[in-house]
């Protein structure tokens, strides 16, 4: 203990009141809730959902108040309401940061599944239970409230509005299928908490993202709960800085998972929910027909955000969005119907070279547009369409070739059993000991049997 107060660790000791009931076991559910110079709105809030907690889950849980670095009186009314509110505690930060804060008490907590929400109580705090019921289960691995369902209700402004639909936009452009990746309402199994936080760098706004991220790449299961959200009009979040730094932490960690610092396979391998096999994989002709009926329908996708895009900027910037819409779409069409590889490992890959490919199709068709102002200067859209499809078409021929002998060539050669099997490609990835320890334990299981 230091002369301020904290622990060695950079913490103030945890003031709480737990039953005797809920201290006889460990609870089902954790909720925290990171906080910051909250004095105003603190005590209500956690009486608010003190009530929801009680009334919706019995005894068998812990709410937490995770006060980062506060300057004003909300240190003090945490540790208030953690003495005089049972099953409430409240957790001190030497540091800022709303990430660290649930990093911290997560991977210290000894419930089932572990959760958060904003003080603000924007959410409709109904949402609780079909949050967490999933996870109790075990039918998912991860659970969001999303604001931008057709079944949610939301009352926030324009800007915001705009803003957050936008992010999410650009993050489905990456490859993350969840709707909202920032709604301050999150929970998740403890056991995928400890296996995927430890890789988990963003302590501020971007670690929802993160987290997101991570567990999708490593095929977890996530549980999607339409909420009812009021905006807070007196939030603290600077909606456009934060959303640039996101992008940044989006790079960052596309980064990391292609470099495999972030083991998304070894994940994969011992938490992954694993996709059905196909039946067959298809042959040279049928991979022909299927590439052919990608290609004519993303030709035609391409031509009609070809002439949409050419209204508003020049050409050749046209035709580049167009194609590169388009191709992260192809590849990811052949990649799964074309060629029958499933699972989340080696898509990151399989995308750079997919787009190395979609370079070499935009140098042909980006010549043809050069040949054909060079011939006629005064053509207008509908020639410039004309040579782009046909110039598209060859590029198509040359895309499979490509894509069937170097892309998707493990699928070909079945190699590469790690694209139906990603076990087996993580297995490298996961400690000799406890692979030794697995077998035994599965030799002493035949044994007993």
Known sequence: MTSDGTTAHGTRPVASTVSADAAGSAPLLEIVVPVFDEERSLEQSIRTLHAALRGQFGDRWLLTIA?????????????ALAAELE??????????????????VWLASEAEVVGYLDVDLSTDLAALAPLVAPLLSR?????????????ARVVRGAKREIVSRGYNALLRATG?????????????????????LPFVEDTGWFFDTEVLMIAERS?????????????DEDSKVDIVATALADLRGVVRVLRGIGSRRIPVEAIYAELGRRP???????????????????????????????LLLQLAIAPQVANFAALLVTAVANTWANRRITFGVRGRPGIVGDQLKGLLVFLLAWCLTSGSLLVLHAARPESGAVAELVVLTVANLVATVLRFVLLRAWVFRRARRGVASAALDPAADAATAIPTSRR?????????????A
């Open 276 to 306: 059905f096999e196909p039946a067959h994989r298809p042959g040279f002709f049928g991979q022909v027909l299927r590439f052919g009926l990608i290609g004519g329908a993303s030709t035609v996708a391409y031509a009609v955000l070809y």
């Open 139 to 151: 039918h998912s691995d991860l659970a969001i409230g999303t604001r931008l369902s057709a079944d």
């Open 67 to 79: 006060d980062n670095a506060s300057t004003d009186a909300t240190p003090a009314i945490a540790d």
């Open 176 to 196: 993350l299928r969840a709707s909202d990746a920032q709604c301050g309402f999150k929970a998740m199994r403890s056991d995928v908490a400890r296996r995927i």
């Open 436 to 448: 030794a320890d697995d077998a035994d334990a599965a030799l002493q299981k035949e044994a007993a």
């Open 219 to 231: 095929g977890l299961r996530i549980h999607e709960v339409p909420v009812d959200w009021v905006d």
């Open 87 to 104: 099953r409430v505690r409240a957790v001190h930060l030497a540091e800022k940061g709303r990430g660290r804060a649930l990093k911290q």
